[in-house]
C-alpha cells in the first residue's frame, strides 16, 4: 500500500504564492514519476506539472514561467512552487505518483486526498 500526503494549500491574494508539498510512503521500490493536477468546480481534472525519476519536467501552458515543480528522491517528495497566483489558479490540487512496488516491474498510479487553493482577486 502507497499513501501521498499532501501539504499546503490555503488562500492567498492574487500575486501572491504558495508551495505544496506532497510526501509519499509505504510500499515503493522506485517512483517513475511525479506530478500535479488540478480541478475547479464544473471542471475536469487538469495536469499543472509532472517530473520523471530522471528529473524532466513537463508543464500545463497556463503555469509555465510561473509554477515549479521540483522532487526529492531521497524522501519520495515532490513540491510546486506556485508564485504570481491568478484567481483562476483556485482549484482543488491532487498530487499523483507512477510507482514500482514489486519486483515484477509493473507501475500503479497512486492519488493524493487533495488540498485546496484559493486565490481572491
Known amino acids: 500500500q502507497v499513501q501521498l500526503v499532501e501539504s499546503g494549500g490555503g488562500l492567498v491574494q492574487a500575486g501572491g504564492s504558495l508551495r505544496l508539498s506532497c510526501a509519499a510512503s509505504?510500499?515503493?521500490?522506485?517512483?517513475?514519476?511525479m506530478g500535479w493536477y488540478r480541478q475547479a468546480p464544473g471542471k475536469q481534472r487538469e495536469l499543472v506539472a509532472v517530473?520523471?525519476?530522471?528529473?524532466?519536467?513537463n508543464y500545463a501552458d497556463s503555469v509555465k514561467g510561473r509554477f515549479t515543480i521540483s522532487r526529492d528522491n531521497a524522501k519520495n517528495t515532490v513540491y510546486l512552487q506556485m508564485n504570481s497566483l491568478k484567481p483562476e489558479d483556485t482549484a482543488v490540487y491532487y498530487c499523483?505518483?507512477?510507482?514500482?512496488?514489486?519486483?515484477?516491474?509493473?507501475?500503479?498510479?497512486?492519488w493524493g486526498q487533495g488540498t485546496q487553493v484559493t486565490v481572491s482577486s
Open positions: 509505504g510500499s515503493i521500490l522506485s517512483i517513475n514519476a
Open positions: 499523483n505518483a507512477a510507482v514500482v512496488i514489486s519486483s515484477s516491474g509493473h507501475v500503479y498510479a497512486y
Open positions: 517530473i520523471i525519476s530522471g528529473g524532466s519536467t
